[in-house]
């Protein structure tokens, strides 16, 4: 009897960890929508502060490697096999971080975007931290892919070891354009019951943003 009573308690736990397993599992995308969703609510206003409020044609310099589109997305699960998302997403943060400090920086104290830039910086270290939180110290200690690598010692190099070829101009507007499209794409789950919900990895989304203005897209040095 007392053979079969463990048993039983055992069965019983063995069957409570598998009922428990997926809500475990899921608890880290779930943290990670919140400050998304509020990121996501920011950016809606891009237009406004990131196009109407600067002047026609005016472009920040940028690294290029931090003109990170949907195309990049696609280009890099083409060349690295089974390239795991979370690498993607750390590169995400990576190339942000850096175009939302450059953003701010050209900005006067008094510019009317500079508040609303700022506030999307804020914002986007919200959810860095809880994606930082989310995932065990040694995830971030982890080898990157070579490719994923080279483009990742880019995005940290000084900017005076940057060469001239290596520098882009960019609006602003088109900028934040490729924040949030990649974001949508990377963090899909998160926006699965929103009206922004789209299929923006998917190939049809990627060929319709080709054929925008030059105005919301990058502009080489010179032109």
Request: aromatic share 8%; glycine share 4%.
């Amino acid at each position: 009897m007392v053979q079969l009573s463990t048993s039983v308690c055992l069965l019983g736990g063995f069957l409570g960890l598998l009922v428990l397993a997926p809500v475990l599992t899921a608890s880290n995308p779930a943290r990670m929508c919140t400050p998304l969703r509020t990121l996501n609510d920011s950016l809606s206003h891009r237009r406004r502060y990131m196009k109407h409020n600067f002047p026609i044609n005016y472009s920040v310099r940028v690294y290029h490697e931090e003109i990170f589109k949907l195309t990049n997305i696609s280009r890099l699960r083409l060349k690295v096999k089974e390239l795991d998302e979370l690498v993607l997403q750390r590169l995400w943060f990576q190339v942000n971080q850096g175009v939302l400090k450059k953003i701010i920086r050209v900005l006067p104290e008094r510019h009317p975007s500079r508040s609303y830039a700022a506030e999307l910086e804020r914002r986007f270290k919200d959810v860095e931290g809880v994606f930082v939180q989310s995932h065990p110290s040694e995830v971030f200690q982890e080898e990157l892919p070579e490719t994923v690598q080279d483009i990742w010692d880019q995005l940290t190099e000084e900017p005076d070891l940057i060469a001239d070829s290596s520098w882009r101009l960019a609006s602003p507007k088109s900028l934040m354009d490729n924040l949030c499209h990649t974001m949508l794409c990377l963090f899909s789950e998160c926006f699965a019951s929103t009206e922004d919900q789209q299929d923006y990895c998917g190939v049809s989304h990627r060929r319709k943003g080709r054929k925008k203005t030059s105005l919301e897209t990058e502009v080489e040095p010179g032109e």
